[in-house]
């Protein structure tokens, strides 16, 4: 499987997604509210596999510009409908990988991928896309799920089944790192790591929240 099978995977799912709830609405209201925090009024902001848009909408208004991107054009054309029933002016959204944007000459002040680092397939060359696309001292925010951290019974029986489901074409790619060994891919993509949490309001939540700055 390639990309491209991933990009076919998520189109195909995107309505279904769209109509699925939060599973920590808890969790999820302490990773805006951190990421408000760090975020400030002059930042440009990238945010990589925005998905329908639902964290760009909750975002974009507390920003200069915010540009929202993803693989999917059916997801990006359902963020799309949400943004003109839901109008943010500084919001933008565009199907666009990293590589896509890195030959740009824009650069943000801050790079967001919520449960997103997990589903690339080059880890190494993704960070350092961000990397690229950060200003000087630009910050990187990510949560993601660390199938690593959880416990070795629900590791056993869960990754053969997300094999079976990849190789039947009814998952998307997913690599499984533990938080140590993802934090030491973004540091060596040139980052410095200034705060590692666990939002999760579910006892051995896998999901990592990383603040790191551009080296």
């Known amino acids: 499987m390639s990309t491209t099978d991933d990009t076919r995977f998520w189109d195909r799912g995107a309505r279904k997604y769209a109509r699925g709830a939060v599973a920590d609405p808890a969790g999820y209201e302490r990773t805006l509210d ?10 440009g902001v990238l945010e990589l596999g925005c998905g329908t848009g639902s964290t760009a909408l909750r975002l974009a208004g507390g920003v200069r510009r915010y ?23 500084a919001l933008a959204l565009r ?5 896509e944007l890195a030959t740009g ?8 991928g919520f449960n997103y680092l997990h589903l690339v397939r080059d880890l190494p060359g993704t960070l350092r896309g961000i990397h690229a696309l950060l200003a000087s001292d630009g910050l990187f925010v990510s949560k993601t799920p660390c199938l690593g951290d ?6 056993l029986l869960l990754l053969p089944a997300i094999g079976l489901a990849r190789a039947l074409g009814k998952a ?5 790192f533990d938080t140590a060994q993802l934090s030491r891919r973004i540091e060596a993509a040139g980052f410095e790591i200034l705060a590692t949490e666990r939002h999760g ?8 929240f990383i603040v790191a700055r551009r080296r």
């Open 95 to 99: 199907t666009a990988t990293v590589d």
């Open 67 to 89: 540009l929202a991107t993803d693989i999917s054009t059916e997801m990006i054309a359902i963020a799309q409908e949400k943004l003109a029933a839901q109008p943010v002016a």
């Open 34 to 43: 951190r990421t408000r925090g760090l975020l400030r009024p002059d930042h």
């Open 172 to 176: 998307p790619h997913v690599s499984v």
């Open 201 to 208: 309001s579910k006892r051995g939540d896998p999901r990592a």
């Open 150 to 155: 959880m416990p070795v019974p629900l590791r």
């Open 105 to 112: 000459t824009e650069r943000f002040d801050a790079v967001l």
